[in-house]
Every structure is written in C-alpha cells, then in structure tokens.
C-alpha cells in the first residue's frame, strides 16, 4: 500500500442525474429525484479514487462504512459535483469527508471508510464464512 495522501487532500466526481438514479423500488419509483442509494454511490466512487491510487497490485479497498446526511432534492439532469477530502488515514483504514453539491446548492453530507487489505486476507475472510 503506497499512502500518497495527506488529511485535507481532495478527489472530485461529477455526474448527471438520469432516470436510473431516481428513488424507486420493486414497487415503482417513489420520486422522479436523485436518491439517496445513488447519491451514496457516488460518494462511494469519488473516494474510491484515492484508495485505486494507493493499492498494490496484491490489494484492494474493501468498504466499512458509509454515512450520507440528504439536505436537498437532485433532478433528472442536473450536473452533481462531488468532493471527497481525507479526513484521516489510520494504519489501513482511510477516512474521507464527503461533499455534494448542485452549483452552491448543498445536497449532502457524509463520511466513507474504506480499508486497504490484500487481496489474500479478503479471499481468507470470504472462505471463512463459506464462500
């Protein structure tokens, strides 16, 4: 694992939202709006970004969690930008604070964990539980 960042450096995404990111379930779509699951997507992507920088060949990033706190509406075709800065990096676990906007237009906060394992100790957890 190569830890080329520091607290306070920044990766950014941007996407526009389409009718596959409006909220909806078996039932049908709840509202013709971004999601939330869609939102948490990308805030997923746009940190993954640092951790595709970081891996070794024999690694990869493996999510702990994600938190997203939805302030404001998206609709279908609006451009949705991204930020993810490091908050923290502790021994293999990355930290990034999470940001999305409209414009100036805050649409929500959050926070992604993610740690760094090699693809071996992966491969050895999903064989303990019987995959």
Same mark, same amino acid.
């Given at each position: 694992m190569r830890v080329d960042f520091k607290k306070g450096d920044i990766k950014k995404h941007a996407f526009d939202v389409a009718s596959e990111d409006y909220a909806s379930f078996e039932t049908g779509i709840v509202?013709?709006?971004c999601s939330t699951f869609a939102l948490g997507r990308e805030m997923e992507w746009c940190a993954r970004?640092?951790?595709l920088?970081? $891996?070794d060949e024999d690694e990869?990033?493996?999510g702990t969690f994600l938190e997203i706190k939805h302030k404001s509406p998206v609709f279908s075709g609006e451009r949705v930008e991204v930020t993810?800065?490091?908050a923290s990096m502790i021994e293999n676990e990355l930290i990034?604070?999470?940001e999305v906007k409209v414009g100036r237009?805050? $649409?929500a906060k959050g926070r992604t964990g993610q740690k760094i394992l090699s693809k071996e100790k992966i491969n050895q957890i999903f064989t303990s539980l019987g995959r």
């Open positions: 509202h013709k709006v970004q640092f951790v920088e970081m $891996i990869e990033g493996v993810a800065e490091v990034c604070k999470i237009r805050l $649409i």
